[in-house]
């Protein structure tokens, strides 16, 4: 079973970045596609990105476009976010998640195995 610990969270000012990593317990096998999600109180989860392991293709909410960019280093099993320019709605507990196939959607089903998740906070 695939284990999956996010790391990078934080507080940061409106306008400010953050880099968020998703170490794997160990290669994510038949978990083709590797996602970011975020959860705001009193919200559904709802997906950010997501990117194919053994590819290069790259999926994004609307609401991150531009701003936000997945990647990966197979080296270090790792999936990363890199958030820029940050708003006050990017406020959430994000989680990473791996699942057999990535699609434009980016929905929470389609995924099987979650972290824990880290806390991102965007106030001035």
């Known amino acids: 079973q695939v284990q999956l610990v996010e790391s990078g969270g934080g507080s940061v000012q409106p306008g400010g970045s953050l880099r968020l990593s998703c170490a794997a317990s160990?290669?994510?096998?038949?978990?083709?596609?590797v996602g970011w999600f975020r959860q705001a109180p009193g919200k559904e989860r709802e997906g950010v990105a997501s990117?194919?392991?053994?590819?290069?293709?790259?999926y994004y909410a609307d609401s991150v476009k531009g701003r936000f960019t997945i990647s990966q280093d197979k080296a270090k099993n790792t999936v990363s976010l890199q958030m820029n320019s940050l708003k006050p709605e990017d406020t959430a507990i994000y989680y990473c998640?791996?699942?057999?196939?990535?699609?434009?959607?980016?929905?929470?089903?389609?995924?099987?195995?979650w972290g824990q998740g880290t806390q991102v906070t965007v106030s001035s």
């Open positions: 998640a791996a699942g057999p196939v990535c699609w434009m959607s980016i929905s929470r089903t389609d995924f099987l195995y």
């Open positions: 160990e290669h994510t096998g038949s978990s083709r596609c």
């Open positions: 990117i194919v392991t053994n590819g290069r293709s790259t």
